[in-house]
């Protein structure tokens, strides 16, 4: 191979090293990105294994296994004869949360004594407002009068991951995950093939090299 070809070859193949090094670059960087979006699902699945949400637990044994009803509002308040725990519920300002004013008004009583919250039987809300301290739950002693009941401290309330949460969100993890490593290893194979090219390319580059030095050290000879 001629001088002029030998440097047209060399210059040809420099080119396609660094398209090869550019592909190379951006796969890496793509598999950094994807490695970030695997952290993120880890984190999700994480906060998906901790939804803790309140349960009506009469018997005290509450597990993600078990199937409880969610703690509600028609449970806490409902009489006794209709499987509810007769109890209350106040806000933080002592007054009685009602989805309606009483009519009659019980006796002693104002509208002032109550606050009208027309979702509290929604369970998210009701769940919700007892775990920021807006709402307490409230026992009546045997003297008469009512007390604050503490969640972590009251024997019917379970707090804890609902099996069908966690069912689901392991799943979606399993999901997302087999599908992100399906990608991962797609860029492996894709850098591997890049790779090898790259040093081939660089075998024969510094094969003509050598020819071209060759070249050159010959035609010096020639006119020295």
Known sequence: ????????RYLSLTARKNNVEYQIEQLTQQKLMLANEMDGEASLWSEGMNIQHLYYDPDGTGSAATDLQRLSYQIVTGDYADGGLG???????????????PEPMPDGMTVANYVVEPYATQADYFEQNLKTGNWFIQQQDKNGEWKDQSLSGSSFIYQGVDKEDFAIANAEYERKMESLERIDKKFDMQIQQLSTEQ?????EMDSIKKVIDKNIEETFKTFG
């Open 1 to 8: 191979m001629g001088l002029s070809a030998s440097q047209a």
């Open 87 to 101: 109890m209350r519920v106040a806000d933080s300002y002592g007054r009685i949360v009602v989805t309606e004013l």
């Open 199 to 203: 040093s081939a390319l660089e075998t």
